[in-house]
Structures are given as structure tokens and as C-alpha cells.
């Protein structure tokens, strides 16, 4: 399974993010994914995750109520926006995969199988 970003690149403080992860080499309806981001000097973090189907969701309490998590089961791709964003949001955003219908810890990297390469979002102020 192969997960590819694309949408970084610099935004200006209180603009938006869009990112997308195509997904290939797999049932993409059967993978649970997620979005992590790695600021500089700190540890990657949890951002959102999507169920199989897409009727459930989780975001990370930094990002609750500016984050929108979406997938296109046809398209095999996820969508991630995040409004207002801030400086301190610079970072190397990560696409992630599992294949599992366990939600159990589904903000935890160990759950994930596979990861994309990342893409920067540099947020300036």
C-alpha cells in the first residue's frame, strides 16, 4: 500500500490548509486512515482519523472545531482542512493507514501500518 500528500506549501496565519492522500495498492475502503504532524523539535502528533466508511471520526483537541476530515471511497483519496491556522502549526503533515476495524486507540501511531512521505505546511505569521 502506497500513501502519497499532496496540497502543503505556505499559508498565511488564519488561512486554510487542504491536503489530500491518494492511496494505491489496496481495498482503500478497508483501511482506516489518519493525519499526523511532526512540528520542528517535537514528536509527531495526532491530527484526525477516519473510519472505514467514514461515518466516524476523531480530531485531536487542538484542531476540534477547525478541522474537517473527509474520504472519497471512489477517488481513494482523504482530505484534510484545517482552518485558522497558526504559526505554531508549521509542520510536516503525515498521511497514515491501517487495515482494521478497530477504532481502539485510533490516535496512536503504533496502530498504523502504513505512512506517507509527509508534506510541509509552513504557516507564517
Known amino acids: 500500500v502506497q500513501l502519497a500528500e499532496s496540497g502543503g506549501g505556505l499559508v498565511q496565519a488564519g488561512g486554510s490548509l487542504r491536503l489530500s492522500c491518494a492511496v494505491s495498492g489496496g481495498t482503500f475502503s478497508m483501511y482506516t486512515m489518519g493525519w499526523f504532524r511532526q512540528a520542528p523539535g517535537k514528536e509527531r502528533e495526532f491530527v484526525v482519523a477516519?473510519?472505514?466508511?467514514?461515518?466516524?471520526?476523531r480530531y485531536a483537541d487542538p484542531v476540534q472545531g477547525r478541522c474537517t476530515i473527509s474520504r472519497d471511497n471512489a477517488k481513494n483519496t482523504v482530505n484534510l482542512r484545517i482552518n485558522s491556522l497558526k504559526p505554531e502549526e508549521t509542520a510536516v503533515y503525515y498521511c497514515?493507514?491501517?487495515?482494521?476495524?478497530?477504532?481502539?486507540?485510533?490516535?496512536?501511531?503504533?496502530?498504523?501500518?502504513?505512512w506517507g512521505q509527509g508534506t510541509q505546511v509552513t504557516v507564517s505569521s
Open positions: 477516519i473510519y472505514l466508511s467514514g461515518g466516524r471520526t
Open positions: 497514515a493507514a491501517v487495515k482494521s476495524r478497530s477504532w481502539y486507540n485510533i490516535h496512536l501511531e503504533y496502530k498504523y501500518d502504513y
